[in-house]
């Protein structure tokens, strides 16, 4: 905002100040959201730390699968693989503070029950149950892309704001009212002058 | 005297039993430093003319395993073709094993609404099957592909479609099937004069089998009625109520219940392999059991036909090591975890 270019009249000061409490108001909301967005991403970040667990779970689920191979060979355990019903999710948006991050519904579980060999159900049993936590990692995981994204751009606007926005239009704000301040005085000042050269002619 | 036809069969089993891959070579295939090296050493033996028929850029798990299961299906049929009589009657029901295999994968891939082609099935020639299996490929779902066999001798899986609609869960026709081939298996086994040997190993088969149904089941935690519905009606030294008592019983009380059996040695290891809540060790040390009383066989009844019938086992074996290599070899896995992975292979090394 370019303080030269401001018509300097009592209605536009009205409207900067106007301006102003809003601006500060907004900037109020921006901070309010950005510490909900900060606090979600918390709660989401406790989550994140069973991500070690998953992996030593995986880990070990992909030990049982090798040991399923050698056993039966890729033949009979793709044959084994075919029977287990696949496991159903739905991914929807979610609005977190007007913040779009995805939401798992986890549906129908992968069922294991028809595979018959031992090793082969050891590996499937294992995997499977890896599922549903993997599902809720990778969530969290969704969502703190979506909302570090959003935190970063709420708190760059924050910032523009209080430290760029609100201070040059104080500045303005500042101006102007200098700037009719001295026109009252030199106003009041010319109204002098002129009853004094009115009253000096009678 | 034994008859002269056994007598041939089992001599010309001698000769065959031969072609087997030594427990040294083995060795030699699981210290190769690759894949391409374990088909090189296999040339060398029955699987040399297939493996030699594959481009060099063509050699991986999956083709040489194909290999694997095609001349172990052409050892039993070689063996039974050479066969006279009721062994031959005996052996032909034996292979049986493989078009029940070839069943099951086909249900298995109907009940998950999976396509399944003749490549993903055990190479098994027409004249070695009394099932339409492209037939049963393409059938739309379980219960058509089971409509396709109500003319068979597997027509019980027909009755047990309700169970199947129930339970959700192949395994009630998967019981089934293992249900007919061992009875179709066993039915004769009685018949074979001088069968003690084919008695003992067949029998000994269906108990492992039994056992590990029922263990394994158990980890499960299904209950104790699907439990005796899954297991084979035919037995051997392990009755079938005694096989219902342990599965009602708590898996500690497995020793006890075994007691008095010829497997009896196995409870004790049983009990500590259970505590990992899974039942793919004891698959491994009940395969390994039947495969190492095979290989015993092979010195205790030469003369017997239990001889023809160890060999069909130790080739099953074998085909199950080689196929332990090569996946082993293209997983990346080192020499120790496939020598772990070999199966009735302690005794014979």
């Known amino acids: 905002?370019?303080?030269?270019?401001?018509?300097?009249?009592?209605?536009?000061?009205?409207?900067?100040r106007e301006q102003i409490d809003f601006i500060k108001r907004g900037k109020e909301l921006l901070k309010m959201r950005r510490d909900h967005l900060a606090s979600e991403t918390n709660?989401?970040?406790?989550?994140?730390?069973?991500?070690?667990?998953?992996?030593?779970?995986?880990?070990?689920?992909?030990?049982?699968?090798?040991?399923?191979?050698?056993?039966?060979?890729?033949?009979?355990?793709?044959?084994e693989a075919s029977t287990v019903g696949l496991l159903e999710a739905k991914i929807r948006p979610r609005s977190v503070m007007g913040v779009l991050v995805p939401e798992i519904l986890l549906g129908k579980k992968s069922n294991v029950t028809s595979?018959?060999?031992?090793?082969?159900?050891?590996?499937?049993?294992?995997?499977?149950?890896?599922?549903?936590?993997?599902?809720?990692?990778?969530?969290?995981?969704g969502r703190i892309e979506c909302i570090a994204h959003e935190l970063m751009m709420t708190n760059r606007?924050?910032?523009?704001?209080?430290?760029?926005?609100?201070?040059?239009?104080?500045?303005?704000?500042?101006?102007?009212?200098?700037?009719?301040?001295?026109?009252?005085?030199?106003?009041?000042f010319r109204a002098k002058r002129v009853k004094a050269a009115i009253r000096g002619a009678e | 005297m034994k008859p002269a036809a056994i007598m041939y069969l089992v001599t010309r089993t001698h000769g065959l039993k031969t072609h087997l891959i030594s427990p040294r070579d083995i060795q030699l295939l699981v210290k190769a430093k690759s894949l391409r090296e374990v088909s090189d050493n296999l040339l060398k033996a029955e699987y040399g003319t297939e493996i030699s028929k594959l481009p060099t850029r063509e050699v991986d798990a999956l083709t040489l395993e194909e290999i694997f299961l095609k001349i172990l299906v052409d050892r039993f049929f070689f063996i039974t073709r050479e066969a006279q009589g009721k062994l031959q009657d005996?052996?032909?029901?034996?292979?049986?094993?493989?078009?029940?295999e070839n069943i099951k994968?086909?249900?298995?891939?109907?009940?998950?609404?999976?396509?399944?082609?003749?490549?993903?099935?055990?190479?098994?020639?027409?004249?070695?099957?009394?099932?339409?299996?492209?037939a049963l490929i393409k059938a739309k779902d379980v219960e058509d592909a089971i409509?396709?066999?109500?003319?068979?001798?597997?027509?019980?899986?027909?009755?047990?479609?309700?169970?199947?609609?129930?339970a959700g869960t192949t395994m009630v026709l998967e019981a089934a099937l293992d249900d007919i081939y061992f009875d179709k298996v066993w039915e004769i086994t009685g018949k074979i004069s001088n069968g003690n040997g084919v008695k003992d190993l067949v029998g000994e088969e269906i108990d492992l089998r039994n056992l590990l149904i029922a263990l394994s089941l158990k980890i499960r935690d299904l209950p104790p009625t699907l439990i005796a519905e899954a297991l084979i009606s035919s037995s051997y030294k392990l009755t079938v109520g005694r096989l219902r008592t342990l599965a009602q019983a708590r898996l500690e009380d497995a020793p006890d219940i075994l007691r008095g059996t010829p497997y009896s040695g196995l409870g004790s290891?049983?009990?500590?392999?259970?505590?990992?809540?899974?039942?793919?060790?004891?698959?491994?040390?009940f395969l390994n059991r039947l495969y190492e009383d095979a290989s015993a066989s092979l010195k205790t009844r030469f003369l017997d036909a239990g001889y023809v019938v160890a060999y069909l086992l130790l080739s099953e074996c074998e085909a199950k090591n080689l196929v332990t290599i090569t996946t082993g070899k293209q997983l990346g896995l080192g020499e120790e975890e496939i020598l772990q992975g070999l199966l009735g292979f302690q005794t014979r090394a």
């Open chain 1, 1 to 16: 905002m370019s303080v030269g270019r401001a018509a300097v009249t009592r209605g536009v000061l009205l409207r900067l």
């Open chain 1, 43 to 79: 709660k989401l970040l406790g989550k994140l730390r069973a991500r070690n667990e998953l992996d030593r779970r995986l880990m070990a689920a992909y030990e049982t699968l090798k040991t399923a191979y050698i056993t039966l060979g890729y033949s009979r355990l793709q044959s």
């Open chain 1, 115 to 141: 595979v018959t060999s031992a090793s082969a159900y050891a590996a499937a049993e294992k995997l499977s149950g890896s599922m549903e936590q993997l599902l809720e990692i990778a969530e969290a995981e």
């Open chain 1, 157 to 188: 606007k924050v910032n523009a704001v209080e430290r760029v926005l609100i201070p040059k239009l104080l500045e303005l704000i500042r101006y102007i009212e200098g700037r009719l301040e001295e026109e009252t005085l030199e106003e009041f």
């Open chain 2, 90 to 100: 005996l052996l032909t029901r034996y292979c049986g094993r493989f078009e029940v």
């Open chain 2, 105 to 134: 994968r086909v249900i298995r891939a109907k009940h998950g609404g999976e396509t399944i082609e003749e490549r993903n099935l055990l190479p098994l020639s027409r004249e070695h099957t009394i099932v339409n299996l492209p």
């Open chain 2, 147 to 166: 409509s396709l066999l109500r003319e068979t001798p597997y027509r019980p899986l027909v009755e047990r479609l309700e169970t199947y609609r129930r």
């Open chain 2, 269 to 285: 290891e049983v009990v500590n392999l259970v505590k990992e809540r899974s039942a793919s060790p004891l698959e491994r040390l």
